[in-house]
């Protein structure tokens, strides 16, 4: 007997699915007994090619979800970029891109897959990160994307809680993905990154998705609008952590 419960015929829509966070949640939630869907921009199996950051195709996909299978239940908003630099760095391509991305998708998945969930309940689980509650440096559009994902969590929770449909938001640490390998490669940033959790090393894709199961599972419907942190303690240093960063790359 699984205590935590499972899923019986519910389907679940991943974004950012072809790696990291994404695909380890597809496979958890496949494991937990969902019919899962991914959307990426890269195709694969059970994943749609899909631009997030496009409204047209995010109602595109999930309605192809909803024909193919039947309902939708699940949804992990989890498809996120970074470009790092400070704010006068940036220009207006970059900030529409992390934007688009990390925060309007969101708001396009809420917007189009209500209507599909009305009928039965749903649940939106959003990746949000340390950012969300705290401002890492050279990020600046980044950390407004997920701040603004808290945001739309408790939205939902309020504005859909009496039908049946909540949401939930992950606030993520430090995770071994190609997008914290490509931000922070080897060396002393990495290592400060390391040096920021109290685990004292980075969470596995898996960890994290784990998480993400558990808080969509029917048993745990009483979680609504909430903020789970799942950093490996690392936002009780993380100002700590921001001070040597800031430090490690300003300008000369």
């Known amino acids: 007997m699984n205590i935590f419960g499972s899923f019986d015929q519910h389907v679940a829509v991943v974004t950012g699915a072809a790696s990291g966070i994404g695909a380890a949640s597809m496979t958890l939630f496949r494991q937990a007994g969902a019919t899962v869907v991914g959307l990426d921009l890269r195709p694969g199996p059970d994943i749609i090619a899909c631009d997030v950051s496009d409204p047209a195709a995010v109602d595109a996909a999930l309605t192809e979800v909803v024909d193919r299978h039947g309902r939708l239940d699940i949804v992990h908003g989890n498809a996120g970029i970074n470009i790092p630099g400070r704010a006068h760095s940036l220009s207006d391509q970059d900030y529409r891109k992390v934007m688009g991305v990390c925060c309007d998708a969101n708001f396009y998945l809420v917007r189009s897959a209500v209507g599909h969930m009305r009928s039965n309940g749903g649940v939106f689980v959003f990746t949000t990160s340390m950012c969300g509650v705290g401002a890492t440096p050279r990020s600046p559009v980044y950390n407004m ?30 995770t071994h993905t190609a997008m914290v390998d490509d931000l922070w490669p080897e060396g002393v940033l990495r290592q400060s ?38 950093d490996g303690g690392a936002t009780a240093g993380w100002n700590e952590m921001a001070g040597r960063m800031l430090t490690l790359t300003a300008p000369a």
Request: hydrophobic share 45%.
């Open 145 to 174: 994307a997920k701040h603004a994902l808290i945001g739309l969590t408790r939205s939902v929770a309020v504005d859909y809680g009496y039908q049946g449909i909540r949401a939930v938001a992950l606030v993520t640490g430090p």
């Open 193 to 230: 990154l390391v040096d920021s959790t109290a685990t004292g090393r980075l969470s596995t894709p898996e960890e994290q998705a784990r998480v993400a199961v558990f808080a969509a599972l029917p048993g745990s419907a009483y979680m609504n609008g909430g903020v789970v942190m799942v």
